[in-house]
C-alpha cells in the first residue's frame, strides 16, 4: 500500500515538472505587423511601391518594377519577415545598393532584370535559402561568378538572358537538382557547354535563343527525360541537330524559328508525337515532306509562315482538323487556296494574311 502511494507521488511529481511545454500558437506567419513593420509599409507605399500582404496583414510581395528605389528602402525591405516576392525589373539598382537587402531568409522570387546588379551580387544572392525563381536580363553576370549560386537547392528557375555566360562552368551548377527553367536567350553560349546541361536531370524549359549553337550537342542530353519546351529559334541548329531530339519523350513545346533545318529535317520533326505546339517559321522549307507532320495528333499550334509553302503542300495539312491554330502567312498560299482547305478545318483558326504588329 504504502509502496503505490509512493508512486503516485513520483508521477504527481513528474507531471508537473515535466520539460514540455505546450506547443506556441502563434508564428511570424500569423503575428500582427509590428510598429516597425508598418512604418515599412508606409515607405514603400509613399515610394510607389507596390504590395500584397498575407490574411494576417504581413506584406509577401514588394513591387518596384521600373520605379525609383533608394539604398535606406532596400534596408528596410530586407527586415520584412513573410517577404516571399522581390521584384525590381528595370529599377535603377547597383550592387552596392542590393547589399542593405541583406539575405531574407523567406524570399522565393527575386526579379532583378534590367537593372545593375551584377555578377559581383551573386555571392550574397547565393545565401537566399528560400529562393526558387531568380531572373537577370542584360545585368553585367559571366560564367565564374555563378558558382556562388550552387548552394540554391531550392532553385527551379534561373533567367540568365542577355548576360555575358557562355555556359563554360554550367557543371559547377550541379547541385541545383530542382532546377526546372534555363533562360540563355541572347547570350554568348557556347555548343561546347550544352554538356554542362546533364546535370540538371529536372529541367522542363530551356530557351537558347539566339546563342552561339548549332545543336548537336543534345545527343549528350538524352537523360533530360523531363524536358517540355525548347527553344532554338534564331540560332544555327540544323538537320543533323533535330535528329537527337528523338530522346526527348515528353517535349511538348519546339521552337525552330530561323533555324538552318531544310526539308529533310520535317520527317524528323514529325515523330516527335508528343508536340502540341511548333514553330517552322522563317526556314528553308515547303511542300516536300509537309504531309508527315499529320502524325502529330497532338499538336494545337502550328506556325509554317515565311516558308515556301503553297497551296498544294497546305491541302496535305488537312486531315489536321485537331489543329487550333495554323499559321501559314508571308508563303505562296493564296486566298483560294487557304478558303478550300480552312473549309475541310472547321475547327481550326487559320492565318494566311500577315498582319504586322503594332
Not at 550552387?150 to 555566360?165: C, F, I, M, P, R
Not at 561546347?192 to 549553337?213: D, F, M, Q, V, Y
Not at 482538323?321 to 478558303?339: M, P, Q, S, Y
Given at each position: 500500500?504504502?509502496?503505490?502511494?509512493?508512486?503516485?507521488?513520483?508521477?504527481?511529481?513528474?507531471?508537473?515538472?515535466?520539460?514540455?511545454?505546450?506547443?506556441?500558437?502563434?508564428?511570424?506567419?500569423?503575428?500582427?505587423?509590428?510598429?516597425?513593420?508598418?512604418?515599412?509599409?508606409?515607405?514603400?507605399?509613399?515610394?510607389?511601391?507596390?504590395?500584397?500582404?498575407?490574411?494576417?496583414?504581413?506584406?509577401?510581395?514588394?513591387?518596384?518594377?521600373?520605379?525609383?528605389?533608394?539604398?535606406?528602402?532596400?534596408?528596410?525591405?530586407?527586415?520584412?519577415?513573410?517577404?516571399?516576392?522581390?521584384?525590381?525589373?528595370?529599377?535603377?539598382?547597383?550592387?552596392?545598393?542590393?547589399?542593405?537587402?541583406?539575405?531574407?531568409?523567406?524570399?522565393?522570387?527575386?526579379?532583378?532584370?534590367?537593372?545593375?546588379?551584377?555578377?559581383?551580387?551573386?555571392?550574397?544572392?547565393?545565401?537566399?535559402?528560400?529562393?526558387?525563381?531568380?531572373?537577370?536580363?542584360?545585368?553585367?553576370?559571366?560564367?565564374?561568378?555563378?558558382?556562388?549560386?550552387?548552394?540554391?537547392?531550392?532553385?527551379?528557375?534561373?533567367?540568365?538572358?542577355?548576360?555575358?555566360?557562355?555556359?563554360?562552368?554550367?557543371?559547377?551548377?550541379?547541385?541545383?537538382?530542382?532546377?526546372?527553367?534555363?533562360?540563355?536567350?541572347?547570350?554568348?553560349?557556347?555548343?561546347?557547354?550544352?554538356?554542362?546541361?546533364?546535370?540538371?536531370?529536372?529541367?522542363?524549359?530551356?530557351?537558347?535563343?539566339?546563342?552561339?549553337?548549332?545543336?548537336?550537342?543534345?545527343?549528350?542530353?538524352?537523360?533530360?527525360?523531363?524536358?517540355?519546351?525548347?527553344?532554338?529559334?534564331?540560332?544555327?541548329?540544323?538537320?543533323?541537330?533535330?535528329?537527337?531530339?528523338?530522346?526527348?519523350?515528353?517535349?511538348?513545346?519546339?521552337?525552330?524559328?530561323?533555324?538552318?533545318?531544310?526539308?529533310?529535317?520535317?520527317?524528323?520533326?514529325?515523330e516527335i508525337t508528343s508536340l502540341e505546339w511548333l514553330n517552322l517559321d522563317r526556314n528553308a522549307i515547303g511542300d516536300v515532306y509537309i504531309g508527315e507532320l499529320t502524325n502529330l495528333e497532338n499538336?494545337?499550334?502550328?506556325?509554317?509562315?515565311?516558308?515556301?509553302?503553297?497551296?498544294?503542300?497546305?491541302?496535305?495539312?488537312?486531315?489536321?482538323?485537331?489543329?487550333?491554330?495554323?499559321?501559314?502567312?508571308?508563303?505562296?498560299?493564296?486566298?483560294?487556296?487557304?478558303?478550300?482547305?480552312?473549309?475541310?478545318?472547321?475547327?481550326?483558326?487559320?492565318?494566311?494574311?500577315?498582319?504586322?504588329?503594332?
Amino acid at each position: 500500500m504504502r509502496s503505490l502511494f509512493l508512486l503516485a507521488l513520483v508521477l504527481l511529481f513528474a507531471g508537473c515538472h515535466s520539460s514540455e511545454t505546450p506547443a506556441s500558437t502563434s508564428s511570424v506567419a500569423d503575428t500582427a505587423p509590428t510598429q516597425d513593420q508598418l512604418a515599412t509599409e508606409a515607405m514603400i507605399t509613399n515610394a510607389g511601391g507596390r504590395i500584397e500582404k498575407d490574411g494576417a496583414g504581413g506584406i509577401t510581395l514588394v513591387d518596384f518594377a521600373g520605379k525609383p528605389i533608394d539604398a535606406n528602402l532596400m534596408k528596410r525591405i530586407g527586415t520584412l519577415p513573410r517577404l516571399q516576392k522581390l521584384l525590381l525589373r528595370g529599377c535603377p539598382l547597383t550592387d552596392d545598393m542590393f547589399a542593405k537587402l541583406g539575405t531574407p531568409a523567406s524570399v522565393q522570387v527575386l526579379d532583378l532584370r534590367e537593372t545593375s546588379v551584377s555578377g559581383a551580387s551573386l555571392q550574397q544572392i547565393g545565401k537566399f535559402p528560400a529562393l526558387k525563381n531568380l531572373q537577370f536580363r542584360g545585368n553585367a553576370i559571366s560564367d565564374n561568378q555563378l558558382i556562388y549560386l550552387a548552394g540554391l537547392s531550392n532553385l527551379k528557375v534561373l533567367g540568365l538572358d542577355e548576360t555575358a555566360v557562355e555556359g563554360m562552368t554550367l557543371e559547377q551548377l550541379k547541385g541545383l537538382k530542382q532546377l526546372e527553367e534555363l533562360f540563355l536567350f541572347g547570350t554568348p553560349f557556347r555548343e561546347a557547354s550544352l554538356p554542362g546541361l546533364a546535370h540538371l536531370p529536372k529541367l522542363k524549359k530551356i530557351r537558347l535563343r539566339r546563342t552561339l549553337i548549332n545543336g548537336h550537342g543534345l545527343e549528350k542530353l538524352d537523360e533530360l527525360t523531363a524536358l517540355e519546351d525548347l527553344d532554338v529559334s534564331e540560332t544555327d541548329f540544323d538537320d543533323q541537330a533535330v535528329e537527337h531530339l528523338a530522346a526527348f519523350k515528353n517535349l511538348k513545346r519546339l521552337n525552330l524559328w530561323a533555324t538552318k533545318i531544310s526539308n529533310d529535317a520535317v520527317p524528323k520533326v514529325a515523330e516527335i508525337t508528343s508536340l502540341e505546339w511548333l514553330n517552322l517559321d522563317r526556314n528553308a522549307i515547303g511542300d516536300v515532306y509537309i504531309g508527315e507532320l499529320t502524325n502529330l495528333e497532338n499538336l494545337a499550334w502550328l506556325h509554317l509562315g515565311s516558308t515556301s509553302l503553297s497551296d498544294e503542300g497546305l491541302m496535305q495539312l488537312a486531315p489536321m482538323t485537331h489543329l487550333k491554330n495554323l499559321i501559314v502567312t508571308r508563303t505562296a498560299v493564296t486566298d483560294e487556296g487557304a478558303a478550300k482547305v480552312a473549309a475541310k478545318m472547321p475547327e481550326t483558326e487559320l492565318q494566311h494574311i500577315y498582319v504586322p504588329e503594332n
